[in-house]
């Protein structure tokens, strides 16, 4: 069975800081991967999508992912945060045959000032 | 432009009244989704159709039920068989993979609640 895990619920993180959010999922395939963030009472927005190719891809809002297949990961980065990163964002699975999303638990960025 | 618009926004549902969420798109996609999302639990898939007529259960779907006359629409109802109906639900629909826009997009909810 496909899952995706993301392990931390928070991160905090100080306004220009790095990010890093941590995505790990079990498929027997390489796997479409997806991260979405989503604003409070909203719906989710795609930031970006792993299909084949580059392992590294770059988003909208200066986010990238990497995907290493060796460890089943898809971790999100950002060089510098701003405020208006502040959101929950999750990372999303689908796998072969009909297109099925799953999507990890989520993950609530904080941003201090 | 091209979406998915979710309606209401917000949807308060007696004890044992059905509601209805509707869920249209103007994509083109074949493909509509509905999902659950509760705090701390992520996004949990109820219904899905493929096509126009044929839909299939998702992981969670006892108490829910949908119907796909038009490729346009997905409603959802949620039935007084759902025990615990509050939550915020999403609809998506996705473009086959052969396209090269492949992937989902999502409305902007409904937050139903049970008064």
């Known amino acids: 069975a496909q899952s995706v895990t993301q392990p931390d619920i928070h991160i905090t993180v100080s306004e220009g800081a790095s990010l890093e959010l941590r995505c790990n999922y079990s498929y027997g395939a390489t796997p479409y991967l997806f991260w979405y963030v989503q604003s409070p009472g909203q719906g989710l927005q795609l930031l970006l999508k792993?299909?084949?190719?580059?392992?590294l891809v770059q988003g909208i809002k200066g986010f990238e992912a990497e995907f290493k297949r060796s460890q089943s990961s898809f971790n999100l980065r950002k060089p510098s945060v701003h405020w208006s990163d502040a959101a929950e964002y999750f990372c999303?699975?689908?796998?072969?045959?009909?297109?099925?999303?799953?999507f990890g638990t989520g993950t609530r960025l904080l941003v201090s000032p | 432009d091209g979406g998915i618009t979710q309606s209401p926004k917000y949807l308060f549902r007696k004890e044992g009244q059905n509601v209805t969420l509707s869920c249209e798109q103007n994509l083109n996609h074949d493909a509509m989704y509905w999902y659950r999302q509760d705090p701390g639990q992520g996004l949990r898939l109820i219904y899905y159709?493929?096509?126009?007529?044929?839909?299939q259960k998702g992981d969670i779907a006892e108490g829910y039920s949908v119907s796909r006359e038009k490729k346009e629409s997905f409603p959802l109802t949620v039935t007084s068989a759902q025990k615990n109906p509050t939550a915020f639900y999403l609809c998506?629909?996705?473009?086959?993979?052969?396209?090269?826009?492949?992937?989902?997009?999502f409305g902007s909810g409904t937050r139903l609640t049970v008064v």
């Open positions: 792993y299909f084949s190719g580059d392992t």
């Open positions: 999303a699975l689908a796998g072969t045959g009909f297109q099925k999303l799953v």
């Open positions: 998506a629909s996705s473009a086959p993979r052969d396209r090269g826009e492949y992937g989902y997009t």
């Open positions: 159709s493929q096509i126009v007529n044929d839909f």
